[in-house]
């Protein structure tokens, strides 16, 4: 039973790519490409030669591998309802958001390391907003530890449906957070746009420029399994745990499919922003997560208001 | 018990000025290694026993000079000893090219200073008695200061030590006004054993903040840290290892022997040393972030570790306060392992750009980069220690941190406000710093190490000797140890906690929690294996090619001129955080009418505002006061003759007036 989650995770990471790319062919009025197009570009890509530059050295080799195995080590703490992940302990979201932020170390060290200028700045710019989206992420955790002294993503997600219905209201605006952390992680729309052609204006595709192979689809796959955790999460925050298991695992499926369609609808009509402007963005989240962190305290009863 | 072993090999330690030149380093390595070896078993000693050790030392004036060494010496004895003794080692090799340069008694007078630092660190976390303990604090400042001057033919480096020098005798002023204090107050005793009984009748207010100016100028927190950023650059590099490692320590060990007496008030104490601990750690991380020479870089960034350790000392005191149990715990045993966890990797960080300067002969990391090709051990070693100091798994910085950030979200629910808001203000400003320190460390790493050489000072680098590899790996086999099995190191900490909040039960309680990070280390060290097999299995059928950097199909650029620099990597982080760095830009803008220009230089820099407000600008303008009456100094007798006659009426009339 401990291995549903991880389950779940791995089979909607396969899809979710897929259905955002559907929807964004659809709204930009193009022919719609296959559920499986991303699958078959990594197929693709482990069919092909690795290039390395020549000025890379180790580190740019073992960055790639470092940055999957976080991610995959990371999927072992994620729960879903009331099942656990593999392993769940007290702060075992800490150990969560650190191993990410280990990945990107590497990932922005791998980028420095082809010596590139362009890579340098995507380094950069990943830095820059990894560092400031770190807190708004730790002060959302908080907000839900205060309901309960054990302090495992479990226990957090568990409490939360037990208690009145004014964590409803503490739920919405964890989503609207969830969501859009997910979205700069992965370096989506608002905060980087993947389709853009000039390396001046990429965050993370510039990073990964002197990727190929199999170092390529190890980032491209994280980047899958990354979407499918941050959506766990906001599923996480929505499904009652008291349904039968069939049902939870179907609402499980709708939540991501909408997650994705979100996404997709999203990254179409929306623009991005100045770069100048996305470290005040980032910024703004962590407000959100105070309000969130208040509310919280209220209901908790810790800050009475008359 | 008696130190008999330890006054001779102090006796014994005139003798390194009369062996010869190149046999300096044995004598040297053969003190310290007997005084390091009885340290070393008191302190197992007093760990084994659970009490505290009583070793006759000395008698001066009638005074029974005691080492006294309980679970908090005994911690701090292991931490010196094992920094002190790798950079021995290291400086076997670091020396090297500086003995034709130096004569004999210059490197004799080096290693002397050498013994008596860690002989003196040693002395000050086990003696109680003020008289022994300001005598040891003064040898330690000394000595370092010695150590610290010994590029003397370089003015910048006097400067800068006479800086330092100065800096510590006004802190040793401030400690030694507590001492008094207490001893006015209580009557009998003249140290630390004073401060119990004073304290049940005096307010503890006073004599902590005098402690606190005292033992945090030696410690760098922010304002009292003007002297860090300038010392450790310019000291050798294991000696900046061993100060940035270990002595600034020295003044966290005051605070905490300090912190073992006081039992009330503890509610303010907690917010003065919080509020100090968070400046000193984002604005030092900050301002680390903006530097270009990578030991100034390191140095802040032990302002900054100064502050974490600070603001675990600190959560802890608060959580006794306001009767947080797993706060107190847990605040303390995370902002003790940050001690240990910093003196192994900020020396290991110390050391390794040792070897980059050993090679290149250049502090600015603007004209560096590819090393990591010439010196890969030194580069690797390099990466566990920035990983560490950014505390990220598996490595030993994370674990302190986790301890900390455990022990804030386990107490949220049963806190109540005010204790609230601290926990929240505490875990987000943790959150921003280690961000932060991912920011400069990969900066660091990344220019000095990765990509292209920027300069030809890297042309000629190559991996160090032996001598030099051997202290850094010694050092990154505890880190990963740390990281990877912190449970083993769970029970003494909890001795040393226990000092402190009465009882150690909460940390007991987080052996499960910790050995549940082993294993997810463990799990993620595994998987990266099997990609790495996988990906060799891979490579054998389709072997990678190698090719240029993508360029947008251009390769006639030249990397050296085209990478990122350390000035733009952080000109990023200048654009949200220009009021705290004071970035400043010299260059003269090309007018409308000059058709032909003149050559131009651009010039950019940023400087430390606390040190340029609160200390820099009230001086120069105390300077300029100064100045001006140096009218009376006019050197004709009469004029002073006149003066006395002035101060003479001036007595007078106060005396008629009863005025004094």
Redesign the interface.
């Known amino acids: 039973m401990k291995f549903i989650p991880i389950l779940l995770i791995i089979i909607s990471a396969l899809y979710i790519p897929g259905i955002i790319s559907m929807v964004k062919a659809k709204t930009g009025g193009r022919k719609m490409p296959s559920l499986f197009q991303p699958i078959y570009d990594v197929v693709k890509l482990?069919r092909?030669?690795?290039?390395?530059?020549?000025?890379?050295?180790?580190?740019f080799k073992?960055a790639p591998?470092?940055y999957?195995?976080?991610v995959?080590?990371c999927l072992?703490?994620i729960p879903f309802g009331e099942f656990g992940g593999i392993?769940s302990?007290?702060?075992?979201f800490?150990?969560f958001s650190?191993?990410l932020?280990?990945g990107?170390?590497m990932m922005?060290?791998a980028a420095?390391?082809?010596?590139?200028?362009?890579?340098?700045?995507g380094?950069?710019?990943e830095?820059?907003y990894?560092?400031?989206v770190?807190?708004a992420?730790?002060?959302l955790?908080?907000s839900t530890?205060?309901?309960?002294?054990?302090?495992s993503f479990e226990e957090l997600f568990g409490m939360l449906h037990q208690k009145s219905s004014l964590a409803f209201s503490v739920n919405i605006a964890a989503i609207f957070i969830l969501f859009f952390i997910a979205m700069t992680e992965n370096s989506r729309m608002p905060v980087d746009d993947p389709k853009t052609h000039l390396?001046l204006t990429m965050v993370h595709e510039v990073m990964i420029?002197?990727n190929s192979?199999?170092d390529l689809a190890?980032y491209q796959m994280a980047s899958w399994l990354k979407f499918s955790i941050y959506g766990t999460f906001i599923s996480n925050l929505l499904i009652n745990p008291g349904l039968p298991i069939y049902i939870q695992v179907l609402w499980f499926f709708s939540i991501l499919l909408l997650y994705s369609v979100v996404i997709g609808i999203l990254e179409s009509f929306s623009a991005r922003n100045k770069m100048?402007k996305n470290?005040q963005w980032i910024i703004n989240l962590?407000a959100v997560a105070?309000i969130v962190?208040l509310i919280s305290?209220m209901i908790?009863e810790?800050?009475i208001l008359n | 018990m008696n130190s008999d072993i330890f006054n001779i090999a102090l006796l014994a330690s005139l003798f390194i000025f009369f062996s010869p030149k190149r046999w300096l380093y044995y004598p040297t390595t053969a003190f310290s290694l007997i005084v390091a070896a009885i340290t070393t078993f008191w302190a197992v000693r007093a760990f084994v026993n659970t009490e505290p050790e009583i070793i006759r030392f000395a008698t001066i004036f009638d005074y029974k000079l005691n080492f006294i060494v309980d679970q908090l010496s005994a911690f701090f004895i292991i931490t010196i000893n094992f920094t002190v003794l790798t950079a021995l080692v290291y400086s076997k090799g670091y020396l090297k090219p500086y003995y034709p340069k130096k004569n004999k008694t210059e490197t004799a007078l080096h290693y002397f200073s050498f013994f008596w630092l860690q002989v003196s660190m040693l002395a000050v976390v086990m003696l109680r008695n003020a008289f022994g303990f300001m005598i040891f604090w003064e040898i330690m400042s000394l000595s370092s200061f010695i150590l610290v001057i010994f590029e003397s033919e370089k003015r910048e480096t006097i400067k800068t030590g006479l800086s330092y020098l100065i800096q510590m005798h006004i802190g040793f002023v401030f400690i030694l006004s507590a001492f008094l204090i207490s001893y006015s107050g209580e009557g009998t005793e003249f140290g630390f054993d004073a401060l119990e009984r004073y304290f049940t009748e005096y307010q503890p207010i006073l004599i902590f903040v005098l402690f606190f100016i005292g033992f945090g100028t030696k410690a760098g927190f922010i304002p009292f840290h003007s002297w860090l950023p300038h010392a450790h650059p310019a000291a050798p590099s294991h000696v900046s290892g061993i100060m940035s490692g270990v002595m600034i320590k020295m003044g966290i060990y005051g605070i905490l022997r300090v912190l073992t007496y006081i039992h009330y008030q503890l509610e303010v104490i907690g917010i003065i040393l919080l509020t100090f601990s968070i400046f000193s750690a984002v604005f030092g991380i900050l301002t680390a972030s903006f530097q270009h020479d990578y030991k100034k870089l390191l140095a802040y960034c032990s302002i900054e570790n100064i502050g974490i350790i600070g603001i675990g000392i600190s959560i802890g005191v608060i959580g006794m306060a306001y009767n947080l149990p797993i706060l107190a715990n847990l605040g303390f045993a995370g902002g003790l392992l940050h001690i240990l966890n910093h003196s192994l990797f900020k020396s290991l960080l110390f050391f390794a750009s040792g070897n980059v300067y050993s090679q290149t002969h250049t502090r600015n990391i603007e004209l560096l980069g590819g090393l990591g090709k010439k010196m890969p051990f030194t580069a690797g070693i390099f990466l566990v220690g920035a990983l560490a100091i950014s505390g990220l798994p598996p490595f030993n910085g994370f674990i302190s941190e986790f301890l900390m950030y455990s022990g804030l979200f386990q107490s949220l629910q049963s806190a109540d406000i005010t204790s609230v808001t601290f926990i929240l203000i505490v875990f987000t400003t943790l959150a921003l710093i280690g961000g932060l320190s991912i920011f400069s460390f990969t900066k660091l790493y990344g220019v000095i190490f990765s990509g292209h050489p920027r300069s030809e000072a890297v042309d000629d680098a190559k991996e160090t000797g032996w001598v030099m590899r051997i202290p850094l790996l010694v050092i990154t086999i505890v880190i990963l140890l740390i990281g990877l099995a912190p449970s083993i190191f769970l029970y003494p900490l909890s001795q040393i906690v226990a000092q402190f909040t009465g009882s150690n039960s909460y940390i007991v309680e987080t052996r499960p929690i910790l050995n549940q990070i082993s294993l997810t280390s463990g799990i993620f060290i595994v998987f990266a294996g099997i990609l790495w097999f996988l990906r060799s299995l891979y490579f054998k059928k389709q072997a990678p090619l190698t090719g240029p950097t993508w360029g947008c199909g251009y390769t006639g650029a030249d990397p050296a001129t085209h990478q990122y620099t350390s000035s733009s990597w952080s000109s990023a982080m200048s654009s949200i955080s220009y009021h705290f760095v004071n970035k400043k830009k010299n260059y003269r803008s090309i007018p409308g009418d000059e058709i032909f220009p003149a050559p131009r230089s651009f010039v950019s820099k940023t400087t430390d505002i606390i040190e340029e407000y609160i200390i820099k600008r009230p001086v120069r303008k105390l300077m300029l006061g100064l100045e001006k009456s140096a009218v009376f100094q006019t050197g004709k007798i009469q004029h002073y003759l006149l003066y006395a006659l002035l101060f003479m009426i001036i007595i007078c009339i106060i005396g008629i007036l009863n005025i004094i």
């Not at chain 1, 092909?48 to 580190?59: A, D, E, P």
């Not at chain 1, 302990?89 to 075992?92: A, L, R, S, T, V």
């Open positions: 482990f092909k030669n690795t290039i390395y530059s020549r000025l890379t050295g180790f580190v073992i591998i470092v999957f195995s976080s995959l080590t072992l703490v392993l302990f007290k702060g075992d800490i150990v650190y191993l932020a280990l990107k170390f922005i060290l420095m390391d082809t010596g590139s200028s362009f890579e340098g700045m380094a950069n710019r830095a820059l990894s560092w400031l770190e807190p992420f730790f002060i955790m908080g530890a205060l309901f309960t002294d054990i302090t390396e420029l002197d192979g199999f190890l100048a470290t962590m105070v962190f305290m908790t810790k800050l």
